[in-house]
């Protein structure tokens, strides 16, 4: 019972997003909704960690295996990829690079920010 209720939480979050991406007509995933609604959600303490972590490890550890019908889908658009390969390609090792680079920076911008004080206790995450 304790799993399905994470699982609700989760769902509920993602249920949320989809009504806002069917309610504001801006071009963000339904998905990018939910998830920001669940991180202030966690951050305003609404939600514990804990009410959470065990179907999200699940969920993490399943992931690969969520990307299979997406990967079916390439390979049956195949014909028309193949005209766009090498364009597909560079867009998709720079976009990587881009966001690897930026997730780096914002790393190391948080870090720093909350570098321990004198007397201050240590913050593991």
């Known amino acids: 019972m304790k799993y399905l209720l994470q699982f609700l939480i989760i769902v509920a979050f993602s ?3 989809e009504l ?3 309610l504001i007509p801006l071009p963000i ?10 991180f202030v959600a966690l951050y305003a303490h609404w939600v514990q960690v804990r009410q959470i ?3 999200s490890a699940f969920l993490i550890a399943i992931m690969p295996v969520l990307f299979i019908p997406s990967a079916v889908g390439l390979v049956t658009a195949w014909e028309v990829i193949r005209p766009n390969l090498v364009s597909y390609l ?3 090792l720079v976009s990587t690079l881009v966001v ?3 997730a780096g920076w914002a790393t190391q911008l948080v870090l720093r920010r909350h570098k321990k004080q004198p007397g201050e206790k240590e ?3």
């Open 15 to 17: 249920f949320v997003g």
């Open 20 to 22: 806002l991406h069917f």
């Open 29 to 38: 995933p339904a998905s990018i909704y939910g998830i920001v609604l669940l």
């Open 53 to 55: 972590r065990e179907v």
């Open 90 to 92: 560079v867009i998709t």
């Open 100 to 102: 690897m680079g930026a």
């Open 123 to 125: 913050v593991r995450i």
